[in-house]
T-cell receptor, first 112, second 114 residues
Framework: GDSVTQMEGPVTLSEEAFLTINCTYTATGYPSLFWYVQYPGEGLQLLLKATKADDKGSNKGFEATYRKETTSFHLEKGSVQVSDSAVYFCALSGGSNYKLTFGKGTLLTVNP | DTAVSQTPKYLVTQMGNDKSIKCEQNLGHDTMYWYKQDSKKFLKIMFSYNNKELIINETVPNRFSPKSPDKAHLNLHINSLELGDSAVYFC?????????????FGPGTRLLVL
């Protein structure tokens, strides 16, 4: 079945540091890929998505590129802020299987 | 102008009780979902309805019963609550089926079974 593996946290960075959170997936067909963010005590918000190979999703300074050859969708940000502290989830949704399959989440803490 | 809303936000109850969680979306979407987030933050689909028809029913105890009175509402009823049901339950919605469709999540209902 479909699965998503993302780097285990927690990740702790200083403000303005570079962020990478790795995400790889296993799926049949050509899934759509998502990054969701969950701020403390809140629900999930879509951060960015990509629906086909080589697409780059971007939002709020975050980027991720759909790499079919490496089955990856790594999240990056060039300069993190304290307000980026949250749990980040990589997810996929494949073809007619429209449920979201999530990775285990990565807790990011950014210190001033 | 809340897009996906859930009530209640917090629910504390005793083992063996029956409780319901309500979800409403005002986005005009035709597909709704229930997800469970455990204490380790892991998220897993439970159910999905499309136009009031059940289309996903994962391996969930039959003590959990979803009900969709119309496209804008998907409620979750839980019978005979157990300690292991303690979790955060998220409702979500999307426009149509399809892998690329963005799902919009509610704020969650934090259920604690004592």
């Amino acid at each position: 079945g479909d699965s998503v593996t993302q780097m285990e946290g927690p990740v702790t960075l200083s403000e303005e540091a570079f962020l990478t959170i790795n995400c790889t997936y296993t799926a049949t067909g050509y899934p759509s890929l998502f990054w969701y963010v969950q701020y403390p005590g809140e629900g999930l918000q879509l951060l960015l998505k990509a629906t086909k190979a080589d697409d780059k999703g971007s939002n709020k300074g975050f980027e991720a590129t759909y790499r079919k050859e490496t089955t990856s969708f790594h999240l990056e940000k060039g300069s993190v802020q304290v307000s980026d502290s949250a749990v980040y989830f990589c997810a996929l949704s494949g073809g007619s299987n429209y449920k979201l399959t999530f990775g285990k989440g990565t807790l990011l803490t950014v210190n001033p | 102008d809340t897009a996906v809303s859930q009530t209640p936000k917090y629910l504390v109850t005793q083992m063996g009780n029956d409780k319901s969680i309500k979800c409403e979306q005002n986005l005009g979407h035709d597909t709704m979902y229930w997800y469970k987030q455990d204490s380790k933050k892991f998220l897993k689909i439970m159910f999905s309805y499309n136009n009031k028809e059940l289309i996903i029913n994962e391996t969930v105890p039959n003590r959990f019963s979803p009900k969709s009175p119309d496209k804008a509402h998907l409620n979750l009823h839980i019978n005979s609550l157990e300690l292991g049901d303690s979790a955060v339950y998220f409702c979500a919605s999307s426009q149509e089926r399809g892998g690329g469709k963005t799902q919009y999540f509610g704020p969650g209902t934090r259920l604690l079974v004592l």
